[in-house]
Protein backbone atom coordinates (compact mmCIF):
# COMPACT_ATOMS: atom_id res chain seq x y z
CA UNK A 1 0.00 0.00 0.00
CA UNK A 2 1.57 3.60 -0.96
CA UNK A 3 2.66 5.80 1.79
CA UNK A 4 -0.12 8.29 2.57
CA UNK A 5 0.01 12.21 3.91
CA UNK A 6 -2.02 14.73 4.15
CA UNK A 7 -2.44 18.33 2.37
CA UNK A 8 -3.29 21.44 4.24
CA UNK A 9 -3.65 24.77 3.09
CA UNK A 10 -4.79 27.97 4.41
CA UNK A 11 -8.10 29.25 3.46
CA UNK A 12 -10.91 31.82 4.33
CA UNK A 13 -13.36 29.99 6.38
CA UNK A 14 -15.89 30.77 3.47
CA UNK A 15 -14.03 29.90 0.82
CA UNK A 16 -12.97 26.20 2.62
CA UNK A 17 -16.56 25.16 3.06
CA UNK A 18 -17.90 25.98 -0.51
CA UNK A 19 -14.27 24.17 -1.60
CA UNK A 20 -14.49 20.85 0.64
CA UNK A 21 -18.00 20.42 -0.93
CA UNK A 22 -15.77 19.85 -4.47
CA UNK A 23 -12.43 19.07 -3.19
CA UNK A 24 -12.39 15.30 -1.88
CA UNK A 25 -9.28 12.87 -1.82
CA UNK A 26 -11.22 11.22 -5.66
CA UNK A 27 -11.45 14.19 -7.44
CA UNK A 28 -7.98 15.38 -6.18
CA UNK A 29 -6.33 11.78 -7.72
CA UNK A 30 -8.54 12.23 -10.33
CA UNK A 31 -7.07 15.76 -11.07
CA UNK A 32 -3.38 13.98 -11.13
CA UNK A 33 -4.20 11.88 -13.51
CA UNK A 34 -6.07 14.57 -15.86
CA UNK A 35 -3.16 16.55 -15.54
CA UNK A 36 -0.57 13.38 -16.03
CA UNK A 37 -2.89 12.55 -19.15
CA UNK A 38 -2.00 16.02 -20.31
CA UNK A 39 -5.96 16.65 -20.16
CA UNK A 40 -5.60 19.92 -18.03
CA UNK A 41 -3.22 22.31 -16.23
CA UNK A 42 -3.47 23.78 -13.05
CA UNK A 43 -2.23 27.61 -12.73
CA UNK A 44 -2.39 30.05 -10.29
CA UNK A 45 -5.63 31.63 -12.14
CA UNK A 46 -7.13 27.56 -12.29
CA UNK A 47 -7.67 24.89 -14.28
CA UNK A 48 -6.72 25.49 -17.85
CA UNK A 49 -8.35 22.81 -20.29
CA UNK A 50 -5.86 21.67 -22.38
CA UNK A 51 -7.30 18.08 -24.41
CA UNK A 52 -10.65 16.16 -23.87
CA UNK A 53 -10.51 12.41 -24.22
CA UNK A 54 -12.68 12.15 -27.31
CA UNK A 55 -12.27 8.37 -28.18
CA UNK A 56 -15.21 6.05 -28.53
CA UNK A 57 -15.50 2.01 -28.84
CA UNK A 58 -17.95 -0.77 -30.63
CA UNK A 59 -19.69 2.00 -31.95
CA UNK A 60 -22.67 0.57 -34.57
CA UNK A 61 -23.56 3.54 -37.20
CA UNK A 62 -26.05 1.29 -39.27
CA UNK A 63 -28.93 2.13 -37.19
CA UNK A 64 -30.13 4.68 -39.27
CA UNK A 65 -30.37 2.78 -42.47
CA UNK A 66 -31.94 -0.03 -40.75
CA UNK A 67 -34.78 2.67 -39.56
CA UNK A 68 -34.95 4.30 -43.02
CA UNK A 69 -36.21 0.61 -44.69
CA UNK A 70 -38.38 0.12 -42.19
CA UNK A 71 -42.43 1.42 -43.37
CA UNK A 72 -43.64 1.63 -39.33
CA UNK A 73 -42.80 4.59 -37.13
CA UNK A 74 -41.53 2.62 -34.31
CA UNK A 75 -39.90 -0.40 -35.76
CA UNK A 76 -38.98 -3.22 -33.85
CA UNK A 77 -35.49 -4.18 -34.84
CA UNK A 78 -34.97 -7.95 -34.71
CA UNK A 79 -31.50 -8.76 -32.65
CA UNK A 80 -31.30 -5.13 -30.78
CA UNK A 81 -32.45 -4.83 -27.40
CA UNK A 82 -34.38 -1.70 -26.52
CA UNK A 83 -34.97 -3.10 -22.30
CA UNK A 84 -33.00 -0.11 -21.31
CA UNK A 85 -33.86 -1.41 -17.64
CA UNK A 86 -31.92 -4.19 -18.35
CA UNK A 87 -29.17 -3.27 -20.51
CA UNK A 88 -25.70 -4.22 -19.62
CA UNK A 89 -24.21 -1.30 -20.85
CA UNK A 90 -25.72 1.47 -18.53
CA UNK A 91 -24.90 -0.36 -15.48
CA UNK A 92 -21.24 -0.37 -16.88
CA UNK A 93 -20.59 3.09 -17.69
CA UNK A 94 -18.12 4.80 -15.73
CA UNK A 95 -19.70 8.51 -15.54
CA UNK A 96 -17.09 9.70 -13.02
CA UNK A 97 -15.19 11.90 -15.25
CA UNK A 98 -18.87 13.34 -16.60
CA UNK A 99 -20.28 13.71 -13.20
CA UNK A 100 -17.09 15.25 -12.20
CA UNK A 101 -16.95 17.88 -14.91
CA UNK A 102 -20.22 18.83 -14.35
CA UNK A 103 -20.26 19.48 -10.86
CA UNK A 104 -16.87 21.61 -11.71
CA UNK A 105 -18.84 23.82 -14.15
CA UNK A 106 -21.86 24.09 -12.25
CA UNK A 107 -24.13 22.10 -15.19
CA UNK A 108 -26.85 20.39 -14.99
CA UNK A 109 -26.29 16.57 -15.87
CA UNK A 110 -29.56 15.82 -18.24
CA UNK A 111 -28.00 19.59 -20.23
CA UNK A 112 -25.02 18.51 -20.61
CA UNK A 113 -26.11 14.69 -22.00
CA UNK A 114 -28.28 17.05 -24.94
CA UNK A 115 -25.39 18.76 -25.31
CA UNK A 116 -22.90 15.76 -25.81
CA UNK A 117 -25.53 14.19 -28.17
CA UNK A 118 -26.02 16.90 -30.16
CA UNK A 119 -22.12 17.44 -30.66
CA UNK A 120 -21.71 13.42 -31.56
CA UNK A 121 -24.88 14.20 -34.58
CA UNK A 122 -22.90 17.05 -36.00
CA UNK A 123 -19.61 15.25 -35.89
Known amino acids: MAETKTLGIRLKAEDKERLSRYLT ?6 LLRQID ?4 E ?22 ERI ?3 KESENPVIEGVNTDCE ?6 DLNMSGFDEVCEFKGIDRQKALDK ?7 G
Open 37 to 40: SGEI
Open 86 to 91: NCPYMS
Open 67 to 69: LEN
Open 116 to 122: CVQMLWR
Open 42 to 63: LTSKGAVFIGVNTTSEGVNSTI
Open 25 to 30: RESAES
